[in-house]
């Protein structure tokens, strides 16, 4: 299937305050954010024409926002609005949404004081991130050879466009060896996260999960973990080290995008399929479906 190129498609975008055509959706090259990655966007989902945790969703926009020293001209609720009005103009009721704050081009330089703050949210529709056959099987992960740097190295709390580029240049590596995506450890070789994704293991029927001290802790992370204690599952969340993975039985990632996602290998690493992450996927799709 041709690729549709993100920036010549049908519909309407909400710009600056406004819901505008597709196409017209467009910013100066000496923006601040694509020279400094002075940026911060969201990732989120609808599920029968609501989108699932909106308001969290927002929220963290902000804060990613403010991390990055600078604050979002609206109101949390206006944006809530705005993304539930580009959910309705575009006959999205299942769709992916993606808000994003930038620095505009009033300053090109390291300093970016005076910039404007700019806000755009688009959506679209995305049925799954990996195949159906993939999710059954469980995902193959290559080990990344970039590390998640540390809160003083980075703004690591942030939903920060910056953090990405070591996760591209991990995806891109996992991608041309075979693999669907890469794992990554942390400035102290912890294991971290997946490029997109938070991680779980299942051990003697209990779920370990790194403590989320210097990458993102995913809505969806949480959202687990709250399924996972209602069906009385333990959950620890430690550091682990990556030699631990040796004796792990099962494991999966979360995340908007990925939602419960299967892991049948990870480097020379191989996991089941099994029932926790069968019955906390089954129980992901049920809450966000609202059934
Ligand atoms: N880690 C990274 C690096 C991510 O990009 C995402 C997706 N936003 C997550 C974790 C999962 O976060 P969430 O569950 O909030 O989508």
Redesign the pocket.
């Known amino acids: 299937m041709a690729l549709i190129p993100f920036d010549d498609r049908d519909g309407t975008i909400w710009f600056n305050g406004e819901l505008i055509p597709w196409r017209d959706a467009q910013i100066h090259v000496l923006s601040h954010a694509l020279h400094y990655a002075s940026a911060v966007f ?2 989120q989902r609808a599920y029968n024409d609501s989108i699932f945790k909106l308001e969290e ?1 927002t929220e ?1 926009l902000f804060n990613s926002a403010r991390i990055l020293d600078f604050e979002i001209p609206y109101t949390e609720a206006e944006i809530n609005e705005a993304c539930n009005q580009v959910k309705d103009a575009n006959g999205l009721t299942d769709g992916y949404f993606r808000p994003v704050a930038w620095r505009g081009p009033e300053m090109m330089g390291v300093s970016a004081q005076e910039t404007k703050i700019h806000v755009a949210i688009a959506g679209w529709e995305w049925p799954s991130y990996f195949s159906p056959e993939l999710r059954e099987k469980g995902i193959r992960l290559s080990m990344s050879e970039w590390r998640r740097p540390g809160p003083d190295s980075a703004p690591t709390k942030s ?1 920060a466009a910056g ?2 580029m070591i ?1 591209t240049l991990s995806k891109h590596a996992a991608e041309r060896d075979g693999y669907e995506d890469a794992l990554m450890l942390d400035y102290r070789g912890q294991v971290a ?6 991680v779980f293991f299942v051990l003697d029927g209990k779920i370990h999960t790194p403590t989320p001290d210097c ?2 802790d ?4 949480r ?1 687990v973990i709250d399924l996972a204690k209602a069906r009385g599952y333990e959950i620890i969340e430690r550091a682990i080290m990556p030699e631990e993975m040796e004796g792990f039985e099962q494991c999966f990632l ?5 939602e419960v996602t299967a892991v049948g290998e990870i480097g020379p690493y191989s996991f089941e399929v099994g029932e926790i992450t069968r019955n906390l996927r089954d129980d992901y799709e049920k809450l966000v479906r609202g059934e």
């Open positions: 969201e990732g969703h963290r939903k953090l990405y996760c996260e997946a490029t997109g994704a938070n990458f993102l995913g809505i969806t992370r959202t979360t995340g908007t995008a990925a």
